[in-house]
């Protein structure tokens, strides 16, 4: 027959944990339908791995664990690795235990009951756990509403703080949504404002990251030009193109200029001087 489940070894270093270990090994014999003292004896001196067997064998000593029952084993190991606390200093953690910053209402109740345990409260279990749940939450406004109900039960006291972690939770998400979407729309806002009121100077400035390429004029860089092996049809110098070839412009001006100079300048006083020559011809060039 195949087995249900799995126990595995108990870890010694961690030795509160034993009342857990105990109860599902209970249960894992229950679901296995292993009911004889013997075999359940069988299981857990089989199961509890060998660092816990050695002190089972310490335990019985000088006689074999056989010799012992199964509950007898259980109590043995219960109170080596789990001897039962001091009620006064259980209580005392239970009254100092508030609710961190981290945890949420239903985690703090549960350790809140995991302490209480061994408490001894009795009757009054539902009580301290209630007075607890009030004084130690972080939510001071639910706290002082908490306060303020007569008759406050357990019950209820966990169902408004649930209620209030809750509502809280939904707002943040809420703030956090609408925080977002106006961080957004107003990037956006003023994106499109800028966009329409922007200098005239910030377009000529921004036109292009590049001079005009002294190899064909274009605007890119003088490494990445196509014409940079060229040779010029005017000068015959390679590197450049025609249209930017600096001696044709000059050759261009020289011509314009003695095209100018020939012709006749009105005159107040005789002709012109040299320097009335030149600012004529430079105001003829604009107009051209």
Wanted: charged share 20%; net charge positive; glycine share 4%.
């Amino acid at each position: 027959m195949a087995t249900l489940g799995h126990m595995e070894e108990f870890d010694v270093s961690d030795p509160s944990s034993w009342d857990s270990y105990a109860e599902r090994l209970s249960y894992f014999l229950e679901a296995n339908t292993i009911a004889n003292p013997e075999q359940k004896r069988a299981v857990l001196l089989t199961v509890c791995g060998p660092k816990t067997f050695a002190v089972i064998r310490s335990l019985t000593a000088p006689a074999s664990p056989k010799t012992k029952t199964y509950e007898k084993l259980l109590a043995m190991l219960k109170a080596h690795f789990s001897p039962t606390p001091s009620v006064i200093i259980q209580r005392f953690h239970f009254h100092k235990r508030n609710q961190r910053a981290d945890e949420t209402i239903s985690t703090y109740i549960a350790e809140l009951r995991h302490i209480a345990e061994h408490c001894q409260f009795g009757e009054f279990l539902n009580d301290m756990l209630r007075d607890q749940l009030v004084c130690g939450i972080q939510n001071e406004a639910l706290q002082r509403r908490l306060l303020a109900e007569p008759n406050l039960t357990l019950a209820a006291a966990q169902e408004k703080a649930l209620a209030a972690e809750t509502a809280l939770l939904h707002t943040k998400e809420i703030h956090h949504t609408a925080t977002s979407v106006h961080t957004i729309s107003s990037k956006q806002g003023n994106d499109i404002h800028f966009q329409n009121n922007k200098p005239k100077d910030y377009f000529a400035t921004n036109a292009s990251p590049f001079t005009p390429c002294i190899g064909c004029g274009g605007q890119h860089r003088r490494s990445v030009c196509p014409f940079k092996n060229a040779v010029c049809h005017y000068c015959k110098k390679k590197g450049h193109v025609i249209r930017v070839c600096k001696a044709r412009v000059n050759q261009e001006k020289q011509s314009d200029y003695a095209k100018f100079s020939h012709k006749k300048l009105p005159t107040n006083k005789g002709a012109a001087t040299g320097t009335e020559v030149n600012q004529l011809y430079h105001i003829q060039r604009v107009n051209m």
